[in-house]
């Protein structure tokens, strides 16, 4: 398995940015699609967003396609996920999560190796 490190989370305005950025170390990297879910109070975690092993080939949750972006540097083990236009319903926990030669397509919780700890984002109105 990957470990995982997830930072950047915070507080921030509305229409607001903020960039997450996820270090993983313990194997290689590229072998993994990697993906963002998030999970506000009381609500089942959900997926965000899903990159390729090459970073050539992205997947979208419809709410935050067109503001949010995920990227890859394999050279420095570390996936992103760029927030812009932050609205009051994106407040959630944050996790990556690494699914080691999987499907860029959004898939249950339950199928990803590994997960980081999570990082707080906070969106005020």
């Known amino acids: 398995q990957v470990q995982l490190a997830e930072s950047g989370g915070g507080l921030v305005q509305t229409g607001g940015s903020l960039r997450l950025s996820c270090a993983a170390s313990g194997r290689t990297f590229s072998d993994y699609t990697m993906a963002w879910f998030r999970q506000a109070p009381e609500e089942e975690r959900r997926f965000v967003a899903a990159?390729?092993?090459?970073?050539?080939?992205?997947y979208y949750q419809s709410a935050v396609k067109g503001r949010f972006t995920i990227s890859r540097d394999n050279a420095k083990n570390t996936v992103y996920l760029q927030m812009n236009s932050l609205k009051p319903e994106d407040t959630a926990v944050y996790y990556c999560?690494?699914?080691?030669?999987?499907?860029?397509?959004?898939?249950?919780?339950?199928?990803?190796?590994?997960w980081g700890q999570g990082t707080q984002v906070t969106v005020s109105s």
């Open positions: 990159v390729s092993w090459s970073g050539g080939f992205t």
């Open positions: 999560a690494a699914d080691r030669r999987g499907p860029v397509v959004p898939q249950p919780s339950g199928v990803y190796d590994s």
